[in-house]
């Protein structure tokens, strides 16, 4: 058994930030436990590669968690697979490497909801501190960060790309900005990525390598921790499993859970923190009665349309990959060292719409058809294609993650209740006549052939229905299973402490009331590097 000051349960997106942070002062030693391996592999660090580790089930294995959803009763009882990385980095290892912060209003919402500090003003110190910037300093962005930034070369994009900027531009009456992450979201733009050079910028790239060589900063990888150790009410230390043993280390201060909207909610309750009557059905003791712990789960849904798109400049074909691959390996700068998504819009679904509440993803390429689901890869359509993928951004569904046994090792039960609540299936059906809408502009006609799915012939509310229901899929986004605030079902204070319990924090979008309007990896490092400050001040 040995002790640290802090134990860092978790190197995602939060994790390995906090854990690198707090090793920047000698005095501190730090230890971070990674249930997963190392993402010192080119299935991680080459951005293209992503494509294949989603489509090679043996590849996925090695670096994602295998979750799945529970039968989703709205969605013809499919169960969604529900990927979260299992490696150093975590979700920034495997997710697409958008870089997007979320609308302004969302942080403050959160402050005026008693999450005092978590304004928009107050965040955007941390983004900053965050950044390498291709544009620089600026009032908005950062520069000299550990996380690089910047934008797909504009003689690389698809012209189709660019043609749907102005059809949403036109259709929508919104401008065509260069950054989401300014004073404007409600626009059309290019998309910014958490890579650069044709190396992906995940936590585990950008602080967990540099913190490798301070001698006070500890990594222990395929560590399973199983629980938090209580006494007295504080959090003392975590047990955890390597190597098929039993290991215990102490924390002299603080433990910190960054396991994710899923990881961190299941360790709470395998310690015994939790809706009390949820943990004596598995006969756990209860520490602290947190009846909001693994409540409030909720997530960004899509529903892809595809079109046959004669200038996309990608094709979903072994060759169109390998050849990127190899002009990649040799030359540099091409597609397949950058983000496959490029152009994007945030538009209001309708004119009541305080803020923008749908984000038009786009991407040159087919879309598993009908959805990602099932055991085998899925049908994706080898020519010139556009996806546009309208997004749920502020679902009112929610759900839940509940435990299955008492082993960290059994996934727990997940259950986004996606469409639970019918403004949700009513959006999508605004959303994607929205989208035909833009599709058939005039500035699309040279662009676009036609609808391959779900097909015009699939028109009346009746019928979208139904493919909903087949085609929605997750964008990877949940958030919200230990929420931070001050109200009963809030798992945490302002500053990240387990309401009831001394020297125990959860940091990572778990913590978030109210999902953020955008994609949520930005968020997530942001509140990682929030944490870090919020205990370096005591």
Known sequence: MADYDYIVVGSGSAGAIVAARLAEDPKVSVLLLEAGGSDRTTFVRKPGMISLVQQVKQLKEKLDWGFETAPQVHLNDRRITYTRGKVVGGSSSVNGMIYLRGNRENYDDWAARGCDGWNFDEV?????KLEDHQDGETEYHGAGGPIRISRHPADELSPVSNAFLKAVSSVCDVPILDDFNAENQNCAGILQMSCRDGVRSGTGEAYVQPSLSRPNFHLEMRALVQRVLIENGRAVGVEYEQSGRRVVNRANREVILSGGTIGSPQLLMLSGLGPADHLREHGIEVKQDLPGVGQNLHDHLLVPLVFRARTSLHRGTAAHFFGGMIREYTLGNSWFGRTVFEACAFIKSHPAAPIPDLQLHTLPWGYPDPNQDGP?????????????????LYPKSRG?????????????????AYLKEPEDMQFFLRAIRKCREICSHPEMAEHLAEELAPGVERASDPELVEEIKLRAGTV???????????????????????????GLRVVDASIMPKITGSNTNAPSMMIGERAAALIQQG
């Open 124 to 128: 955007l110190r941390f983004y900053k």
């Open 376 to 392: 085998e890869r899925a049908y994706v359509d080898t020519g010139h294609c556009l996806s546009v993928l309208p997004t749920l």
């Open 400 to 416: 839940e993650v509940r435990l299955t046994s008492t082993d960290a090792a059994d996934a727990p039960h997940i259950d986004p």
């Open 476 to 502: 990877y986004h949940p958030v919200g299973t230990c929420k931070m605030g001050v109200d009963e079902m809030a798992v945490v204070d302002p500053r990240l402490r387990v309401h009831g319990i001394d």
